[in-house]
């Protein structure tokens, strides 16, 4: 039996109104937090680690600070190789808009400008199968939203080149051989693979799974990539990419003379070309 004082009693009394007197023992209500402050404590600390600072980034040797110095000095600003260099230094993990990669868009002369010039007859805005010249099925091609005419909107690849889009990831799933062509028999086999149960379909969640983007790399401290310091050397030297800007559409391509591989002939783009057209295909050396 707990026995109290008049003044205990006094005491007990308003702390069983605050509500933090059990059992006769008692603490201080300062030192103990009700479940509402514990919450907002706990919503206030969920809501910083969300939005808080990114990693502290790893800092530079000296030789690459030095490089890194006299690259900015040297790029002009919104340039290429700047934009690379910048987004190296704020630890960018490389994804499809960052750095030279987010200005890699697709041009081309035959764009909607170009077909509105030459088929769109009556001048509306669009052009019919009836005035397309071509055959049915580049039609078809050509008519990405299937609405069966052309409008600029077919001609709106936008984004970045690198951007992985669903039916980029599905081509190059389904392209085993990689020669930009998906025949019947390597959707045949996409299909097998992404059915693991043999079920003998697909299911809606096997296909978001399958085709679900790369989720984004927090900026910061990198683990099993290449740190700052080597990326920045590296685009100093140029193997990571040239640092002059690349040609633009319509401009001359610039000559080159390049070793066959395994050949001791070498070509040279100004001696090759004739009244045909040059494709030009390079691969990457990684």
């Known amino acids: 039996m707990n026995v109290f004082s008049p003044g205990r009693l006094r005491l007990a009394a308003a702390l069983i109104l605050a509500g933090v007197f059990t059992g006769g023992n ?109 055959q049915p099925f580049r039609f078809r091609r050509l008519d990405r939203d299937g609405d069966g005419v052309l409008t600029a909107a077919d001609f709106d690849t936008g984004g970045s080149a690198f951007s992985m889009s669903p039916g980029s990831m599905l081509f190059s799933m389904a392209d085993r051989d990689g020669n930009g062509h998906v025949t019947k028999k390597e959707f045949e086999a996409l299909f097998d693979s992404l059915d693991s149960g043999r079920r003998g379909f697909l299911s809606l969640d096997d296909l978001a799974g399958a085709l679900k983007p790369p989720s984004k790399r927090p900026r910061g401290k990198r683990s099993g990539g290449p740190s700052r310091s080597t990326l920045v050397l590296s685009l100093a030297r140029q193997e990571l990419g040239a640092l002059p800007p690349g040609p633009d559409l319509n401009d001359k391509a610039p000559d080159f003379t390049l070793r066959i591989v395994n050949d001791l002939k070498k070509v040279t783009l100004s001696k090759e070309i004739g009244d045909k057209p040059v494709v030009l295909i390079f691969g990457s050396f990684t």
């Not at 790893?58 to 340039?79: C, G, I, T, Y």
């Open 26 to 134: 008692f603490e201080a209500a300062a030192q103990k937090p009700t479940a509402s402050k514990r919450d907002a404590a706990a919503k206030r600390k969920s809501k910083r680690k969300q939005s808080g600072k990114p990693a502290k980034l790893e800092p530079l040797s000296k030789e690459a600070q030095r490089v890194a110095d006299e690259l900015q000095k040297k790029l002009p600003p919104k340039s290429e190789a700047r934009l690379m260099l910048d987004a190296i230094l704020k630890g960018s993990r490389m994804g499809p808009n960052d750095g030279w990669f987010g200005v890699a868009k697709g041009k081309s002369r035959f764009g909607w400008d170009y077909v509105a010039r030459s088929f769109d007859r009556n001048k509306d805005g669009k052009v019919t199968s009836r005035e397309f010249p071509g």
